[in-house]
């Protein structure tokens, strides 16, 4: 599933954008030393996951909503899109859609590198997903595998629909073309931490910003 067109428009950041400098902005101070630059800034994530909600509340085809939140580094993403989508729903006359939520863990990163398999963990306990309406959230696709593989397992529990939410889209010449339904930022082929999802080995899960790592910080918290 996915879609050869998302269904809303998408910031595409290029390859020589403009990155932010980390003095510029409030990170901890544990992480100063350790960031080279800030890529997208806390206030304009709010601000895309907003629209986004928008977007899959006029557009979603059903008047029910499972989401699938694919943790760990989908959590911070998913927690703000769907209070951006059931506070449209406490303020939009025409239309409200019930929301549920479910966990799934994947595990396919070490490091900052894919290590070539991915473990689905907590899909033996979701056959009540069957007949639904499923939107899976995640925060970064990147070669696009991982995805494929999960939406492969899903429809063999029969849900009704399934689309896919994701926060980032890395350009990378490994990628296998897939892109979701509904996508906030297309970026370059980057190794991003922050925004409470993209961690380093379990670091920078407290930085607010999505940002990009010097080779100090690389070289600090590798396993």
Do not use: W
Request: net charge negative; with cysteine; glycine share 8%.
């Amino acid at each position: 599933m996915g879609s050869d067109e998302c269904k809303t428009s998408i910031i595409k950041i290029p390859d020589d954008c403009f990155f932010y400098p980390v003095g510029s902005f409030t990170v901890p101070k544990h992480y100063e030393d350790v960031l080279e630059s800030v890529l997208i800034p806390h206030g304009l994530i709010i601000d895309r996951i907003e629209r986004l909600a928008r977007d899959i509340h006029e557009s979603f085809g059903s008047d029910s909503m499972t989401i699938l939140c694919v943790l760990k580094g989908g959590f911070q993403f998913c927690q703000d899109l769907m209070a951006s989508i059931t506070s449209l729903n406490r303020n939009t006359v025409s239309k409200s859609i019930q929301v549920g939520i479910d966990f799934i863990r994947l595990k396919s990163y070490e490091n900052d590198e894919s290590c070539g398999t991915v473990k689905i963990l907590g899909i033996d306990s979701l056959e009540h997903l069957k007949g639904k309406d499923i939107l899976v959230v995640e925060d970064i696709i990147d070669t696009g595998k991982t995805i494929e593989q999960l939406l492969k397992t899903l429809k063999t529990l029969e849900p009704n629909s399934i689309k896919v939410c994701s926060l980032l889209l890395k350009r990378t010449p490994a990628s296998s073309g897939y892109r979701p339904d509904y996508l906030g930022f297309e970026i370059p082929n980057l190794f991003v931490s922050g925004y409470g999802g993209f961690d380093y080995n379990e670091n920078f899960r407290d930085l607010n910003h999505i940002c990009i790592m010097n080779e100090y910080g690389r070289n600090k918290f590798k396993k």
